[in-house]
């Protein structure tokens, strides 16, 4: 990154995510104010470039979109070097994909640390639940809760609609001027405020997403009475509203406290 006296700031952004999540119609959409809606699948790395000028700044910001396929991450791996926003997209109408960015993550982490060349990593990560307009398998709350319980903002887009496209990249460079006037020190302010854990996630999510009241408390069906009641406790202590302050909590605990309930009934029968 360049200094405030040089005016001009020159920024690299990268896009991950499976294939088919709409990352070049995202770019598509914000660089060339249009969408393809029969877009090819992206073969190794596109690009797609924009110039704006913001608090004074004249921004050249160079965007980079990677194929989601695995044949081609060793064409996109190189592409992780000098860049400063990451932007982890899935499709909100395909489970899979919004499953899948734990892979992503892996990778993403993984490529960063062999580049960093030991320095500690500012780079900004947003993820985006794309195609909104379209009927939704991931609800809001749980991809927010998903990213901001690891640190990360998260945005909701639709290419074909141009909805929170705009608001997303719109944001995206205001924490990137940030960063680079803070001397490529990622400010605090712009970190969700979490007061809660990866397992509590993990726990309300299973209990809503499941329909068996076993695989709700992640246990067997050959499991005893006294498993069901250590699994009780545990999640208990995890989701108790006055203790949790994750969101769902207070419903998750009731679907805890019900599932208990219809376990241990079975083996009073």
Same mark, same amino acid.
């Given at each position: 990154m360049t ?8 920024f ?22 249009r ?36 044949l081609?991450? @060793? ?10 926003g ?25 490529e ?27 609800? @809001? ?32 460079f ?6 680079n @006037?803070?001397g ?54 995890l ?5 949790s ?8 605990f ?15 029968k």
């Amino acid at each position: 990154m360049t200094t405030k006296s040089d005016q001009l700031l020159r920024f690299k952004v990268i896009s991950l995510g499976n294939v088919n999540v709409g990352k070049s119609c995202l770019i598509k959409r914000y660089c060339e104010k249009r969408f393809v809606p029969k877009y090819m699948a992206t073969i190794g790395i596109d690009y797609g470039v924009t110039r704006i000028r913001i608090r004074n700044y004249d921004i050249r910001m160079n965007i980079f979109d990677f194929s989601g396929h695995p044949l081609f991450y @060793e064409v996109r791996n190189e592409f992780y070097r000098d860049v400063q926003g990451i932007l982890l997209v899935f499709d909100v109408s395909n489970r899979r994909s919004f499953e899948s960015l734990e892979s992503w993550l892996t990778e993403m982490k993984k490529e960063l640390s062999l580049h960093s060349n030991g320095h500690k990593s500012s780079v900004i990560v947003f993820v985006i639940g794309n195609k909104n307009d379209l009927k939704r398998t991931v609800e @809001e709350n749980e991809a927010k809760l998903w990213a901001n319980v690891r640190g990360y903002q998260y945005f909701e887009t639709s290419a074909a609609t141009g909805t929170g496209v705009q608001e997303m990249f719109d944001n995206l460079f205001s924490v990137l001027i940030d960063t680079n @006037e803070n001397g490529g020190v990622l400010p605090d302010t712009t970190l969700p405020n979490v007061n809660f854990t990866i397992e509590q996630v993990e726990a309300i999510n299973r209990l809503r997403n499941n329909k068996d009241n076993f695989e709700r408390l992640g246990l067997k069906h050959s499991c005893t009475k006294e498993d069901v009641l250590a699994a009780y406790k545990r999640l208990a202590k995890l989701l108790h509203p006055d203790k949790s302050e994750a969101p769902g909590s207070e419903d998750a605990f009731k679907l805890l406290l019900n599932a208990k309930t219809e376990l241990l009934n079975r083996f009073d029968k």
